[in-house]
């Protein structure tokens, strides 16, 4: 028999321990390892394998990690050695599960949560969330039904196929979406994680995430574009990437402290039509994909900027006739 087929331990908290859970989940004076909160993940994947690590750098106590692909095993082992590995989702989780996170692809989310809610997988009063930033708390009914505490906690992180280092996940805002006793368990859930977490309406779950894609998938394209425009106007240079990620750092933190209309710079932000006439010409002699979208993107920029209305107006026109 593998370990993976071995029954979970008989061991279950008394009734009164687990309301105690669910009560200093609010105590900001409690610590994780005062709680010995216990955690389960399902599926240590790009998300999951990172949130485990945290987890377990946060002195939660693992209890299990469900994950179908074994050549994951030894990376969750060498996380987490105390805790059970399995390769699919068991009838019950371990009983000392207070909070079940599932790290696992939006069409697998329905089955996962119907799953767990057929086989009583967690205890009343469990804290469960998935990690989506586009579905809402609406696939997690069954287990809101069955007397969980259920929603979505979503880490505004971008996760790339390279590890992610672990700081990387200190001091991130995440979303979270769900009823009042959720948004009460989780918010508190994720300030222990020293996450800071921000309610999301469920009727606009796309918009937050599309904010997500703008400022972590969009920000990836634009400097790979810039990569690729000063690559053709330089000469002999192997990583022009080294030269722009200064002063996109430079701007970003700028945002930290300032309005983005106080940050823009550029042509746009100060009217010059003449210099954002040289750039289309040239961007459509060398790059002519990419013309319409640096039109799309000036015509933005001069709308945010501090320019007055009638000077928005003339840069608008000016880019309507090229």
Not at 41 to 49: D, N, T, W, Y
Not at 89 to 99: F, H, I
Not at 221 to 237: S, T
């Amino acid at each position: 028999m593998i370990e993976d087929q071995l029954p979970f331990e008989e061991h279950q908290p008394q009734e009164d321990q687990r309301h105690d859970v669910e009560q200093h989940l609010t105590d900001d004076t409690r610590t994780a390892e005062d709680l010995r909160i216990g955690v389960s993940l399902i599926g240590a994947g790009r998300v999951g394998l990172p949130l485990l690590r945290h987890a377990v750098a946060n002195n939660l106590e693992i209890c299990a990690v469900v994950e179908p692909r074994i050549e994951h095993h030894p990376s969750i082992r060498a996380i987490a050695p105390d805790a059970r590995v399995l390769t699919a989702l068991p009838p019950t989780l371990p009983r000392s599960t207070d909070v079940c996170i599932l790290a696992v692809p939006d069409d697998a989310l329905p089955g996962v949560v119907q799953h767990l809610a057929d086989h009583g997988a967690l205890h009343n009063g469990a804290l469960v969330f998935h990690l989506s930033g586009l579905l809402s708390d609406e696939v997690m009914l069954p287990l809101q039904e069955a007397g969980c505490h259920a929603g979505c906690m979503h880490p505004i992180q971008s996760f790339p196929a390279s590890p992610l280092p672990p700081e990387r996940l200190i001091g991130i805002g995440c979303g979270v979406q769900g009823p009042d006793d959720f948004w009460s368990r989780a918010s508190d859930f994720a300030e222990l994680l020293g996450w800071f977490p921000i309610r999301v309406n469920a009727e606009r779950k796309a918009l937050y995430h599309a904010a997500c894609v703008f400022a972590g998938n969009f920000t990836t394209l634009i400097a790979h574009q810039a990569e690729q425009l000063l690559r053709l106007a330089a000469e002999d240079v192997e990583t022009p990437m080294d030269y722009l990620l200064p002063m996109m750092e430079s701007v970003l933190q700028q945002l930290r402290d300032h309005p983005a209309e106080q940050v823009l710079t550029g042509p746009a932000a100060r009217g010059d039509t003449t210099a954002l006439g040289s750039h289309m010409q040239a961007i459509d002699d060398a790059v002519p994909d990419l013309l319409e979208e640096y039109r799309t993107l000036t015509r933005a920029a001069a709308a945010m900027s501090q320019l007055t209305e009638s000077e928005k107006k003339q840069i608008a026109d000016y880019l309507r006739q090229r």
